[in-house]
């Protein structure tokens, strides 16, 4: 059964500063993974697929790469702003979508 | 605008009782999907459907029940056999099926009284 995890739980970070959030998974037969954002008390926004075939894909300040060999992927954020505070969670699909738990992030003025 | 909107926002279920949420897209999508999240773990699937008339259940479909008679529809039916129901419910849809970019409603909270 696939298990996905997502190290730290919560962080927290001035702004300005350059960030990196972990998903690891345990099964690397993966035919995508996914980055969602979610606000407190809301759905849940994606920011990033990419196909199990990539490497990485970029939207703006964020870049999210993935190593299906290894079974790990990494969201950047470039110059975190208060904005960017919020729940991110990683996703992988085979034939159903497995959540991480997430990692609450808190950019501080 | 195209999107989901999942009603109530808030829910209040009494012991024995079953409660129903909405779940409704305009986007034409075929799949929709219901999750459970509870805090500080992810969102695990309940029951999904590809089609109008056709639902599979998903990792904790006990104690809940669905329906899709309307493509645009996918209501959630909380039972009385379901005896820890307090979760944030997400319903979610994608155009074909789960291997696509999918679109999540705001969420509705039940809680028990």
């Known amino acids: 059964k696939q298990e996905v995890t997502q190290i730290p739980a919560a962080l927290s970070v001035p702004e300005g500063e350059n960030l990196v959030l972990n998903c690891s998974f345990t099964?690397?037969?993966?035919?995508?993974l996914q980055w969602f954002r979610q606000d407190p008390g809301k759905g849940l926004t994606s920011l990033l697929l990419?196909?199990?075939?990539?490497r990485e894909q970029t939207s703006g300040r964020l870049n999210a790469s993935l190593d299906k060999s290894s079974g790990r992927s990494t969201l950047y954020i470039a110059a975190s702003q208060p904005g960017d505070s919020a729940t991110y969670l990683c996703?992988?699909?085979?034939?159903?979508?497995?959540f991480g738990a997430g990692t609450r992030l808190t950019v501080k003025p | 605008d195209g999107g989901i909107t999942q009603s109530p926002k808030y829910l209040f279920r009494k012991e024995g009782q079953n409660v129903t949420l909405s779940c409704e897209q305009n986007?034409?999508?075929?799949?929709m999907y219901w999750y459970r999240q509870d805090p500080g773990q992810g969102l695990r699937l309940i029951y999904y459907?590809?089609?109008?008339?056709?639902?599979q259940k998903g990792d904790i479909a006990e104690g809940y029940s669905v329906s899709r008679e309307k493509k645009e529809s996918f209501p959630l039916t909380v039972t009385s056999a379901q005896k820890n129901p307090t979760a944030f419910y997400l319903c979610?849809?994608?155009?074909?099926?789960?291997?696509?970019?999918?679109?999540f409603g705001p969420g509705t909270r039940l809680l028990v009284l």
């Open positions: 996703a992988v699909t085979r034939n159903d979508m497995r």
């Open positions: 979610a849809s994608t155009e074909n099926g789960p291997r696509e970019t999918q679109y």
């Open positions: 986007l034409n999508h075929d799949a």
């Open positions: 990419i196909q199990s075939s990539q």
């Open positions: 099964d690397s037969a993966i035919y995508n």
């Open positions: 459907s590809q089609i109008v008339n056709d639902f």
